[in-house]
């Protein structure tokens, strides 16, 4: 709804990511954007790939290789092409670990539903989870909860640019905003991810919770909390 009343009659595109490995709602999108006549920017769901001609170029020139912006290209290296060609063949075993390691963390750390929101898989996706997102409540300072994760050798990282018109870099820059943008906001304030790497072991992912536990168990941490 909030995706279909942000278009306005100077709207030529829908952008959207599939964050941390779950997909977002693909039928919805491209409704949006065939009732528009937006182009929904995915890998070739133009259709058109071969038909296009833009520029001084000749008609049909793949539109991959079409640069409307002066930028920079850095390829990979043949040893990191190499590499990457080993890795494919265990692409299976990876997925299936990163569900089963996001399904321990899930379980683990359910009974804090009350503290904390815990993703969410789409019932049509098998997503392919890397990380695993949570939000902390208004009672809980997500600051406090990543310090005392990282000091038990849990890294962290923030879901990326949160509401990325707060960012230095994007204030001054020429933009529309519709609504009020407090997902986002809540986002960049209250949401972090720990990574599902294929190489945790049962015991790390234990660590991690129970690193959880001492947390909300410590009434010492929970008042730093408070006081954020």
Same mark, same amino acid.
């Given at each position: 709804?909030?995706l279909?009343?942000?278009? /306005?009659?100077?709207t030529?595109?829908?952008?959207?990511?599939?964050?941390?490995? *779950?997909? %977002?709602a693909?039928? !919805?999108?491209?409704? &949006?954007a065939?009732?528009?006549?937006?182009?929904? !920017?995915?890998? $070739? =769901?133009?259709?058109?790939?071969?038909?296009? @001609?833009?520029?001084?170029?000749?008609?049909?020139?793949?539109?991959?290789?079409?640069y409307?912006?002066?930028?920079? $290209?850095?390829?990979? =290296?043949?040893?990191? #092409? #190499?590499?990457? &060609?080993?890795?494919?063949?265990?692409?299976?075993?990876? !997925?299936e670990?990163?569900?089963? *390691? %996001?399904?321990?963390?899930?379980?683990?750390?359910s009974?804090f539903?009350?503290?904390?929101?815990?993703?969410? =898989?789409?019932?049509? #996706? +098998?997503?392919?989870?890397?990380?695993?997102?949570?939000? !902390?409540? +208004?009672?809980?300072?997500?600051? @406090?909860?990543?310090?005392?994760?990282?000091?038990?050798n849990?890294?962290?990282?923030?879901?990326f640019?949160? *509401?990325?018109?707060?960012?230095?870099?994007?204030?001054?820059?020429?933009?529309?905003?519709?609504?009020?943008? +407090?997902?986002s906001?809540r986002?960049?304030?209250d949401t972090?991810?720990?990574?599902?790497?294929?190489g945790? =072991?049962? +015991?790390?992912?234990?660590?991690?919770?129970?690193r959880?536990?001492? %947390?909300?168990?410590d /009434?010492? &941490? *929970?008042?730093?909390?408070?006081?954020?």
């Amino acid at each position: 709804m909030q995706l279909a009343e942000a278009i /306005s009659p100077r709207t030529r595109a829908i952008v959207l990511p599939h964050t941390l490995g *779950n997909p %977002f709602a693909l039928d !919805v999108a491209t409704e &949006l954007a065939q009732e528009h006549d937006l182009y929904l !920017v995915e890998s $070739n =769901t133009c259709g058109k790939r071969f038909g296009w @001609s833009q520029g001084d170029l000749p008609p049909g020139y793949d539109h991959k290789y079409i640069y409307s912006h002066v930028g920079f $290209n850095l390829k990979p =290296t043949d040893l990191q #092409a #190499a590499i990457s &060609l080993a890795q494919l063949q265990r692409v299976p075993g990876f !997925v299936e670990a990163g569900r089963r *390691n %996001f399904a321990i963390l899930h379980e683990g750390l359910s009974p804090f539903s009350d503290r904390l929101i815990l993703p969410i =898989t789409d019932p049509r #996706a +098998e997503a392919s989870w890397f990380g695993f997102p949570i939000t !902390v409540h +208004e009672t809980v300072s997500r600051q @406090s909860l990543v310090r005392w994760l990282e000091t038990g050798n849990i890294e962290t990282r923030s879901v990326f640019g949160g *509401n990325i018109l707060r960012q230095p870099g994007y204030r001054d820059i020429e933009h529309r905003v519709f609504g009020s943008l +407090e997902g986002s906001d809540r986002i960049a304030r209250d949401t972090f991810f720990i990574g599902l790497h294929p190489g945790l =072991t049962e +015991e790390m992912l234990a660590h991690v919770v129970e690193r959880f536990e001492r %947390f909300f168990a410590d /009434s010492r &941490l *929970n008042a730093a909390a408070a006081q954020h």
